[in-house]
Structures are given as structure tokens and as C-alpha cells.
């Protein structure tokens, strides 16, 4: 299979021969791995007992899905990624906040798979065949794991589907046996080695887990559904599909791993570590299936997770090709993996991640869903790419290249998000109005969302010749090259 040569430029509509059943495949396939398990894992670290480790990653989930499903269906409209899209709102230059804030959380989640993937490898080795437990074998591990993950990025979104419709099938064939093996170990009381609440009283715990463990995992997609919804033809496919096929491949591809990751986590007594245990917990017959779960989920979600930091360096850097982006952002991620395991604790550093990532990303999906009820999905998919030539002008220039309001609008709510959040390391200022509560994603998104609709009331042309028409009246618009 060749390798991928498409970078953030509009996927011509010949080459859209995907449709629903792939998206389902690769949301699906792509996150039944411990990077996504683990999550299921800090509702029980936080203290809380099953019933409510449970219904804190359904709402959180369930939530999640329902606001951010609604995103894959702007790429199916533009043919080009979700924050070369978001230009529309943006400008064509202002659109580098959804490229920034997309390679963070990519960079995150690639990271973190590596890591704990890595972390579970080594314990089975070391079980299996006597692998000393040091940083020579977690080095050796981690660059395997690296290695593999960055050779089905650099060949693109193509083989990441296949390797997709595999890991769906196996993968659960997998976690099914883990269920039969972990069993007889399982509880569903708070782990005791917990202390108790990690904030103090159920409620705040509670919400803290609907939000880390349970929101967290749909707004990682705020930047990537359109990675993949962007080789689907709306000409052959409705909007309706696509939205429905979104919010099941979510649904299914979230709560399968993360429930798994609640169960295992209540089974092995992981109060305070989950890769450890859960290998010490594992019955003999399961190590090797173990191992398979480690390396090959790992790889699928790393990969589809480094493709998408590829396709975001390449809108933040023109003149790169995706192949030497992805390269570039695969070195960034594996040094991140090595400090998160010898310098941070794994609750530690997943809940700042997500919690930081959630408040910062939240309004700026609610303003490209703002503008996209806006146009009812119409786009100039032509304006869309003036960056990406190093050009001006057109329906998205607005001044410079920026849209301040909208732009403005991000900054606030990010702000605000940031002043709200409450992490292990760092409680923001605005807690005090909220009771101690980490609201810090509803206050970001609605603080941006409402700036926006208040500040850019209207909504540009779009559509053919809407490109020339703006570019003749604007003054800004007028001549080549950069402003």
C-alpha cells in the first residue's frame, strides 16, 4: 500500500471512498488500547466505588459525545481537516489555534498510550521471561513501540483503517477474555488503599471523575474526527449517517475500554497504579493475550493519534510534507513518554492533561460549531486553503488572516477555563465561585461561545464565487504573498 501523500489540502471527491462503516471501524478499533483503558481506571483511583465509578463515566461520556459528534460533520462538508476547517471562524491564519490546540492533545494521548502500553509490556515480560525491570528494558520498549507507530502514520490514514477493522474484532476478542480472567478478583467497593474521596466529599469526586475519566475521551476528538470524515462523500452519504455512525463509533470505541479499564481496576485492586497491578492480578493463561492487548492496541492508537499531530504540524508549517511532520512530532512524543515515567505519577499527570486540555479546547469547538449552524454547512473549501498556498485574500481572510473576534472569543474562554480548573499541582482562583467544584469546561465553553455570538453576530458568504467576490471589495485582500 503506498504511502499517504495527502497532507491538510481538500481531499478531491474521487478519492472520498469512504463511508460510516469505516468511521465506526476506526473509532472503534483504534481506541481499544490501554491508552484509553486507563482512563477507566481514575474513577477508582479518585475513591469511588463501582456503582458510582460507573455512572461517572457514562454521563461524562454520554455528554461528551452528544456535544462533540456534531463536529465530524464540518469536514464532510469542507474535505479537509477539522482545523484547516475551523479558518471559516477563525481566518485562514487564525485557524493555527485549532492546529496548536489538536497537535497538544494528540501529543498528549500518543504519549500516554506509549507509555502505559509500554509500562504493561515490560511487567508481562518480566513475568513471561524474566525481563529486569530497569530503564533499559522500558527504553528498548518504548522505541519499539515508537518505531511501530510511527511506520503506520507515515503511510496514512489508508492503513490505519485497516489496521483499524482488525483491532475491532481482535481487540474485543481480547478484553472479552480479560473480563473472564480478572473476575474472581473483582469488588464493587472503593478500594481502600484510596484513602477515601480524593476531593473530600462524593460530589466534587464525582464530578471530577465524570469530567477526567468520562468527557475527557470525546473532547480528544475535537480535532481528529475530521481526519477521517474528510474521505467521505456527502455526495453519497448524508449528513445523518455520518452524525449517527459518529456518535455510535464513539459511544462503543470510549465506553468499552474505559468500562473494561473500571472493571480490571476494581479486580486488581489498583488504587494507586493501574499497569502494575493489573499484570501482578493477570492468571498465567492471560499473559500472553495481555501482551498482544499492550502492543498491538498501542500501535493502532498511537499511530491514528501521531497522524493527526502529523497533519497539524503540516497546516502549521505549509512548506513541510505530512511524511517529515509526522516524523518531527514522533520524536516530540517519545521524549514525552520518557519524562512522564520517570518524572510524574500516572494520575498525576492524566488528570492535569486532560483537565488543562478539556478547558482550552472546549470553546473553540463551541465556536466552530457556532459558525458551522451559522453557514447551514456551506463552505468555501477553496478560501479554506490560502494558508496552506501562502497566499491572501478571500471569504476567510478577514483582517489578516484573523478573525479577532472569534479569536478573542477562544482566548477568553480558555482563560477562564484555566482560572476555574482544579489539578493536583494548581487550583484556579474562580473555584471559590463554584464551591471547589472543576465546572472549568462549561465555564470555558460558555464564556467563549457567548463572546463569540456576541461579538460576531453575522456570518461571511460563502459558496461559489463568494471567494472573488471578497477579495474585490476587501482592501486587505488585494495583491500575493504574506501580509
Not at 486553503?385 to 472569534?406: D, E, K, L, M, S
Not at 459558496?463 to 501580509?483: F, H, L, Q, V
Request: proline residues 5%; glycine residues 14%.
Amino acid at each position: 500500500m503506498p504511502i499517504e501523500q495527502r497532507g491538510v489540502d481538500t481531499i478531491p471527491e474521487e478519492e472520498r471512498t469512504s463511508g460510516p462503516r469505516d468511521l465506526v471501524s476506526i473509532l472503534l478499533g483504534s481506541n481499544l488500547c490501554l491508552g484509553v483503558i486507563v482512563f477507566g481506571w481514575l474513577p477508582p483511583s479518585f475513591g469511588l466505588d463501582w456503582w458510582s465509578s460507573v455512572s461517572a463515566v457514562l454521563a461524562g461520556t454520554v455528554v461528551g459525545v452528544v456535544l462533540t459528534a456534531p463536529l465530524a460533520l464540518v469536514s464532510l462538508r469542507t474535505g479537509t481537516n477539522l482545523s484547516t476547517s475551523s479558518g471559516a471562524q477563525f481566518g485562514v491564519r487564525g485557524r493555527l489555534v485549532g492546529s496548536v490546540v489538536g497537535l497538544l492533545l494528540a501529543l498528549g494521548y500518543t504519549a500516554l498510550t506509549v507509555w502505559i502500553g509500554g509500562d504493561v509490556m515490560v511487567g508481562v515480560l518480566g513475568r513471561l521471561a524474566g525481563l529486569p525491570q530497569d530503564g533499559v528494558s522500558y527504553g528498548i520498549v518504548y522505541g519499539l513501540l515508537a518505531a511501530a507507530t510511527v511506520a503506520g502514520a507515515v503511510y496514512g490514514y489508508r492503513v490505519l483503517l485497516a489496521m483499524s477493522r482488525i483491532l475491532a474484532f481482535g481487540m474485543t476478542a481480547l478484553l472479552a477474555l480479560g473480563v473472564i480472567a480478572y473476575a474472581p478478583g473483582f469488588t464493587t467497593a472503593a478500594l481502600p488503599e484510596t484513602g477515601g474521596y480524593l476531593l473530600g466529599g462524593f460530589w466534587p469526586t464525582w464530578l471530577l471523575a465524570a469530567v477526567a475519566a468520562g468527557l475527557s475521551g470525546p473532547i480528544a476528538f475535537i480535532t481528529l474526527l475530521g481526519d477521517y470524515t474528510r474521505y467521505i462523500s456527502p455526495a453519497r452519504h448524508s449528513a445523518r449517517k455520518v452524525l449517527h455512525a459518529t456518535w455510535l463509533g464513539l459511544m462503543l470505541g470510549l465506553l468499552v475500554p474505559q468500562l473494561f479499564g473500571t472493571f480490571t481496576a476494581y479486580a486488581a485492586g489498583a488504587a494507586l497504579d493501574y499497569a502494575g497491578p493489573l499484570v501482578s492480578a493477570a492468571p498465567a493463561w492471560y499473559l500472553v493475550p495481555l501482551l498482544l492487548a499492550a502492543s498491538a492496541g498501542s500501535v493502532g492508537n498511537a499511530g491514528l493519534m501521531l497522524y493527526s499531530m502529523g497533519l497539524d504540524l503540516d497546516a502549521i508549517l505549509p512548506r513541510a510534507s505530512r511524511a517529515r511532520a509526522t516524523y518531527t512530532v514522533a520524536v516530540v512524543a517519545t521524549a514525552c513518554v520518557f519524562a512522564g515515567h520517570y518524572y510524574s505519577t500516572a494520575q498525576n499527570a492524566m488528570t492535569s492533561f486532560v483537565l488543562l486540555l478539556t478547558a482550552i479546547g472546549t470553546p473553540w469547538a463551541v465556536i466552530t460549531l457556532i459558525g458551522f449552524a451559522r453557514c447551514g454547512g456551506m463552505y468555501d473549501a477553496d478560501a479554506l486553503q490560502v494558508f496552506n498556498r501562502r497566499a491572501r485574500g478571500g471569504v476567510y481572510w478577514y483582517h489578516a488572516g484573523w478573525n479577532i473576534p472569534a479569536t478573542a472569543s477562544w482566548a477568553a474562554g480558555a482563560l477562564v477555563g484555566v482560572l476555574a480548573v482544579s489539578l493536583p499541582s494548581y487550583e484556579g482562583p474562580l473555584l471559590a465561585l463554584t464551591g471547589g467544584v472543576d465546572c472549568s469546561f462549561l465555564l470555558s465553553g460558555l464564556v467563549g461561545g457567548v463572546a463569540y455570538a456576541l461579538s460576531a453576530p453575522g456570518s461571511v458568504a460563502t459558496g461559489p464565487g463568494a471567494d472573488e467576490a471578497t477579495s474585490a471589495s476587501s482592501p486587505t485582500a488585494s495583491g500575493g504573498g504574506w501580509a
